[in-house]
């Protein structure tokens, strides 16, 4: 069996397991959505080179001062980031994803920082390049902004894995707009996740050599395969992670978990990467319910 068919395979269990749980408990399924926030605004930013650490953005969220002075962008970009973050919840769930919406996820991203590009895609003479990259010309933006979203709807049957890597790769590579691109580009990851009813996903900071690694392979060699298995380990990481909650019961740090059940740690932490346990990453360490076992 192709290997993405497998992993399909087991986020539609995971995703049953998940809905069958969530039935009814709306108010933790808003807190930890909530409670996510941060870290989410945090990953990405620091994706794009932001010195905020994840403690900074949540105080920063929390609007409680710093104990060192940050520049007035990076401030912005957290809050501006939070923002959209929580609005793509109910966005998509009332409408489709189309060219207006991604315009005004940008504004509200960008607003504060680069008021003179927010909302807009690329025009005239605005080129963009990112590394040996060089976006394509601004006239050709929006027709292949359109092709990219009339592909992603019309291909169902290749499973969301696929489409989510390969819209998410099309949109990184087109680089619409001169400000933005990765950032806008991860929250629509969740925007069509969440519309077509799973959960959302976060690319980890600690996974930024990878993600480019992805993207350096889709720009070069035209594959997906790197960025099919980032989102893989992504949805099975966010659908462990509320599995867990949902069942109640103790959470433990998996460090612990190998003391107390004397296994190996360095044995789980390879599982976990693989996410062939259901542990998951949250706050930078591996956790696990205590009741599990393998």
Not at 100 to 115: A, C, G
Not at 232 to 240: G, M, T, V
Request: aromatic share 8%; charged share 30%; net charge neutral.
């Amino acid at each position: 069996m192709d290997p993405v068919d497998a992993a399909l395979e087991d986020i539609h269990i995971l995703r049953q397991k998940y809905h069958a749980l969530a039935a009814g408990k709306d108010a933790l399924m808003r807190v930890i959505a909530e409670a996510e926030v941060p870290e989410q605004v945090f990953d990405s930013n620091a994706i794009e080179n932001s010195t905020l650490s994840l403690d900074e953005t949540e105080k920063i969220l929390s609007k409680i001062d710093l104990d060192r002075f940050i520049s007035e962008r990076e401030m912005f970009e957290a809050r501006n980031l939070a923002r959209v973050v929580e609005y793509i919840h109910t966005k998509a769930i009332e409408s489709e994803l189309d060219l207006d919406v991604i315009e005004l996820l940008h504004k509200m991203l960008i607003s504060n920082i680069r008021d003179d590009i927010a909302g807009r895609f690329r025009q005239g003479n605005e080129w963009v390049r990112v590394g040996s990259h060089i976006a394509p010309d601004p006239k050709e933006v929006v027709p292949r902004l359109v092709k990219m979203l009339a592909e992603f709807r019309g291909a169902v049957g290749a499973g969301i894995i696929r489409r989510v890597a390969k819209m998410h790769l099309t949109f990184e590579n087109i680089h619409p707009f001169v400000d933005g691109n990765g950032r806008i580009g991860r929250v629509l990851n969740n925007f069509v996740l969440i519309r077509e009813g799973y959960v959302p996903i976060n690319i980890k900071f600690v996974d930024r050599d990878a993600y480019y690694d992805a993207l350096r392979e889709f720009d070069t060699q035209n594959k997906t395969k790197r960025m099919e298995k980032m989102v893989e380990l992504a949805l099975k990481n966010s659908y462990h992670k509320r599995i867990t909650y949902l069942e109640g019961g103790e959470i433990i740090r998996l460090v612990d978990y190998a003391k107390k059940y004397r296994t190996s740690h360095s044995n789980l932490i390879n599982k976990a990467h693989r996410q062939t346990i259901p542990a998951f990453l949250e706050r930078g360490i591996w956790k696990i319910a205590d009741s599990y076992r393998g």
